[in-house]
T-cell receptor, first 112, second 109 residues
Framework: NAGVTQTPKFQVLKTGQSMTLQCAQD?????MYWYRQDPGMGLRLIYY???????DKGEVPNGYNVSRLNKREFSLRLESAAPSQTSVYFCASRRDRGDGYTFGSGTRLTVV | AQRVTQPEKLLSVFKGAPVELKCNYSYSGSPELFWYVQYSRQRLQLLLR??SRESIKGFTADLNKGETSFHLKKPFAQEEDSAMYYC???????????FGQGTTLQVKP
């Protein structure tokens, strides 16, 4: 039982490059989330998917897009990376309200 | 506005001392509150949920609606408790979690 799997674990991009962060969960969870973690700012929600087929913006969606490909997978795309997007990105999922989140191990992204 | 505030960036205590990590929230409805822990460069792990009223690794947290607080407590800190701790509030029907800024707990030998 892998839980929430994120790939890649590390990535360095040049300004203007694009990339997709992958997230998959094998727990049959309904909701999935993308957060970024920055020092002194805690975790901020980028996008979320409350159920398969739906996606919504979170607190800091600018510069990102998402796809809920199926119930298992929720990807985050940076179309034109900027240095301000240097961060650690966490994917999470949960089954229902009242349940805690299960987090992935994170992707450490540096944009130069 | 829905908000979670953790007023301390860093809390440093000696092994065996009591620990209290503060969390205050702002929410108009009935809150669902959580504590998460992140050990060095690892994923976040759920530590406590207020609805379960359980004790995990010796930690407890009580929801005080009057003071809008959900402080995390442990009577005797251990070195292995050193980590980043996040308080989080579940928001509305979507279940989005709103996180505080986090408190680093440093337990000195």
């Amino acid at each position: 039982n892998a839980g929430v799997t994120q790939t890649p674990k590390f990535q360095v991009l040049k300004t203007g490059q694009s990339m997709t962060l992958q997230c998959a969960q094998d727990m049959n969870h309904n909701s999935m989330y993308w957060y970024r973690q920055d020092p002194g700012m805690g975790l901020r929600l980028i996008y979320y998917s409350a159920s398969e087929g739906t996606t919504d913006k979170g607190e800091v969606p600018n510069g990102y897009n998402v796809s809920r490909l199926n119930k298992r997978e929720f990807s985050l795309r940076l179309e034109s990376a900027a240095p301000s997007q240097t961060s650690v990105y966490f994917c999470a999922s949960r089954r229902d309200r009242g349940d805690g989140y299960t987090f992935g191990s994170g992707t450490r992204l540096t944009v130069v | 506005a829905q908000r979670v505030t953790q007023p301390e960036k860093l809390l440093s205590v000696f092994k065996g001392a009591p620990v209290e990590l503060k969390c205050n929230y702002s929410y108009s409805g009935s809150p669902e509150l959580f504590w998460y822990v992140q050990y060095s460069r690892q994923r976040l792990q759920l530590l406590l949920r207020h609805i379960s009223r359980e004790s995990i690794k010796g930690f407890t947290a009580d929801l005080n609606k009057g003071e809008t607080s959900f402080h995390l407590k442990k009577p005797f800190a251990q070195e292995e408790d050193s980590a980043m701790y996040y308080c989080a509030l579940s928001s509305g029907n979507t279940g989005k979690l709103i996180f505080g800024q986090g408190t680093t707990l440093q337990v000195k030998p």
